[in-house]
Nanobody, 115 residues
Framework: QVQLVESGGGLVQAGGSLRLSCAAS????????MGWYRQAPGKQRELVAT???????NYVDSLKGRFTISRDNAKNTVYLQMNSLKPEDTAVYYC?????????WGKGTLVTVSS
């Protein structure tokens, strides 16, 4: 059974930082492209960042320089370091695992940035 469990969300003031974690089980973690997506209230889910099995990263242009995705294959965990947070970053953040056309999702962790 595949499980992706996000943690690290919470309430932070604008300009602050948070680090999200996603612990995976039930997959060959090292072979999956891992990603973070977010869904703000009333909006569609959108890509934040991905990291491939070879550690190649991709970010949505608007978040480059503030967010950093990383992975630790020994811990089956992917991280999202978020700096200089803005109120518009408020959303539920979801972890994704992708490989060979299969996608798995976590249940999400809420990030709220107050102004």
């Amino acid at each position: 059974q595949v499980q992706l469990v996000e943690s690290g969300g919470g309430l932070v003031q604008a300009g602050g930082s948070l680090r999200l974690s996603c612990a995976a089980s039930g997959i060959i973690f090292s072979r999956n492209t891992m990603g973070w997506y977010r869904q703000a209230p009333g909006k569609q889910r959108e890509l934040v960042a991905t990291i491939t099995s070879s550690y190649s990263t991709n970010y949505v242009d608007s978040l480059k320089g503030r967010f950093t995705i990383s992975r630790d294959n020994a811990k089956n965990t992917v991280y999202l370091q978020m700096n200089s947070l803005k109120p518009e970053d408020t959303a539920v953040y979801y972890c994704n695992a992708h490989r060979l056309g299969m996608d798995y999702w976590g249940k999400g962790t809420l990030v709220t940035v107050s102004s």
